[in-house]
T-cell receptor, first 113, second 113 residues
Framework: GESVGLHLPTLSVQEGDNSIINCAYSNSASDYFIWYKQESGKGPQFIIDIRSNMDKRQGQRVTVLLNKTVKHLSLQIAATQPGDSAVYFCAETPWFGNEKLTFGTGTRLTIIP | ETGVTQSPTHLIKTRGQQVTLRCSSQSGHNTVSWYQQALGQGPQFIFQYYREEENGRGNFPPRFSGLQFPNYSSELNVNALELDDSALYLC????????????FGPGTRLLVL
């Protein structure tokens, strides 16, 4: 079946460095992609989203890149801080208006002081 | 503006019992989605309610049911609890039936013994 998966389950980055979290999706009809951050004991927190008609979108210290050719999504976090330590999920929906978010397993990002 | 709230925060039940979890959506949001998150996994979509009617359902048995009230708060009911129902149950609210960003609550941690 269709699924959203992550390449790396864990990632450790030195504080101040940039980090890149990758995500592969298999549904070619995916239209809307979201990155969520989940800290221990909390619900997922929206970070940034991107629609399939875009290749790149930037937020505050974060950038999402979408490569539809290889069905790959990445989240770049610049100048990482200790507060960035969390599990990061990518999620997708197959078309605009669909109610269901399909989540990947998640990548645990640890920022080393 | 208040965020998504859920109650209770933690709950312990025994196999065969029934449980009701509650969610208050973010101010102005009329759509509520429920997700189940097993330990170490990404959230799995259970169902969504839009203006008091079910608007899509994931791969969960009928013993998972829900309600949405006129003030857009929602309940998730699970009958005949099984050990595998132990998980974090997340509620997310969004503005409208069309794809909008879903904002998550902190979740209810359910343990079935």
């Amino acid at each position: 079946g269709e699924s959203v998966g992550l390449h790396l389950p864990t990632l450790s980055v030195q504080e101040g460095d940039n980090s890149i979290i990758n995500c592969a999706y298999s549904n070619s009809a995916s239209d809307y992609f979201i990155w969520y951050k989940q800290e221990s004991g909390k619900g997922p927190q929206f970070i940034i989203d991107i629609r399939s008609n875009m290749d790149k979108r930037q937020g505050q210290r974060v950038t999402v890149l979408l490569n539809k050719t290889v069905k790959h999504l990445s989240l770049q976090i610049a100048a990482t801080q200790p507060g960035d330590s969390a599990v990061y999920f990518c999620a997708e929906t197959p078309w605009f208006g669909n109610e269901k978010l399909t989540f990947g397993t998640g990548t645990r990002l640890t920022i080393i002081p | 503006e208040t965020g998504v709230t859920q109650s209770p925060t933690h709950l312990i039940k025994t196999r065969g019992q029934q449980v009701t979890l509650r969610c208050s959506s973010q101010s102005g949001h009329n759509t509520v989605s429920w997700y189940q998150q097993a330990l170490g996994q990404g959230p799995q979509f259970i169902f969504q309610y839009y203006r008091e009617e079910e608007n899509g359902r994931g791969n969960f048995p009928p013993r998972f049911s829900g309600l949405q009230f006129p003030n857009y708060s929602s309940e998730l009911n699970v009958n005949a609890l099984e050990l595998d129902d132990s998980a974090l149950y997340l509620c997310a609210s969004s503005l409208g039936q069309m794809q909008e960003t879903q904002y998550f609550g902190p979740g209810t941690r359910l343990l079935v013994l």
